[in-house]
């Protein structure tokens, strides 16, 4: 019967080292930020020091960044500049909490063009 218990108290053993060293993997992967994170932080510090970051940028920069608020090209005409649209995302990370609660979730109609990226008929498999 000894033989028994040695081989019960060894396989506890042997669990519970492998419990302990799941739980030190857990604790690892839990305390790592993840690269989502990372990149969640570091735009919002680019936010937060846009116009510091621009002035000191190279040229080459400015034109990233610019053309990252703005996806479309600018336009220059008389001394003066027009842009037809504004990056989305942009201008949702700018707002503040009070405008995002106010703006109200819409349903897609036709006429808002959103159709215009489905893809066209016959590529999916049409639904009875």
């Not at 604790?27 to 990372?38: A, K, P, T």
């Not at 610019?66 to 942009?90: G, H, M, T, W």
């Amino acid at each position: 019967m000894q033989e028994g218990g040695n081989s019960g108290e060894a396989m506890k053993k042997k669990y519970d080292d492998q419990v302990l060293i799941l739980k030190s993997h857990e604790s690892n992967i839990l305390n790592q930020d993840s690269d989502f994170q990372i990149y969640i932080k570091n735009g919002i510090t680019l936010l937060d020091n846009l116009k510091l970051f621009y002035q000191e940028s190279s040229v080459e920069l400015k034109q990233k960044i610019v053309s990252s608020i703005f996806p479309q090209k600018l336009i220059f005409s008389d001394n003066s500049y027009r842009i037809s649209k504004v990056n989305e995302a942009f201008l949702l990370l700018t707002k503040s909490i009070k405008e995002i609660q106010n703006l109200k979730k819409q349903n897609a109609t036709v006429s808002d063009g959103v159709f215009d990226y489905a893809p066209p008929p016959g590529l999916e498999p049409g639904t009875p």
